[in-house]
Structure formats: structure tokens, C-alpha cells
């Protein structure tokens, strides 16, 4: 399945990227997977995506859960909840 990743803000600056365009392991059905299999590349990765970490996720531009499916030629997106005063 081929979908398209954006990253925003301080996730976009860490990986070094804003968006890339994956295939994904036919096993992968949810946006929760997707952010594991992303985080299993190790590194930065890692430590950006990591489990415990506060992180906000979009599924074709719609904020989601982990476990909303997804779909070929979806956008999954990923960035770090708004804090404002």
C-alpha cells in the first residue's frame, strides 16, 4: 500500500523532512502501525515517534487515533500538540 507521510513543525526539524512517500508492509492497517513501523528505523526515528511520546497524527488531513485505518493513497501525518498561551 502506498501512502504519503507529512511531518510538521518540531517533527518535520528533527527528521530532517517534510513529507515522504512510502510502501507499506502489507501487515500495516492502522495509523498507530504506521507510526511503530516508522519508529522501528531507529536513530531519530525512534526517539521522534517513540510510543510514550506526545504526538498528534492526522489521517487524510482529520486528526485520528492510532487505531483508524488506513488506506492506499492516504496521508498520514504527524506533529506535536499545539501548546499556546
Excluded: H
Excluded at 500500500?1 to 492497517?29: W, Y
Aim: charged share 20%.
Amino acid at each position: 500500500m502506498n501512502i504519503q507521510l507529512r511531518f510538521f513543525a518540531s517533527v518535520r526539524e528533527k527528521l530532517g523532512m517534510s513529507e515522504q512517500r512510502v510502501v507499506l508492509p502489507e501487515d500495516i492497517r492502522t495509523v498507530g502501525q504506521v507510526r511503530t513501523w516508522l519508529a522501528a528505523r531507529g536513530d531519530v526515528w525512534a526517539e521522534v515517534l517513540a510510543p510514550g511520546r506526545a504526538l498528534r497524527m492526522a489521517y487524510n488531513q482529520q486528526m485520528c487515533e492510532p487505531d483508524t485505518a488506513i488506506s492506499e493513497g492516504a496521508e498520514v501525518a504527524f506533529f506535536p500538540p499545539v501548546t499556546g498561551g
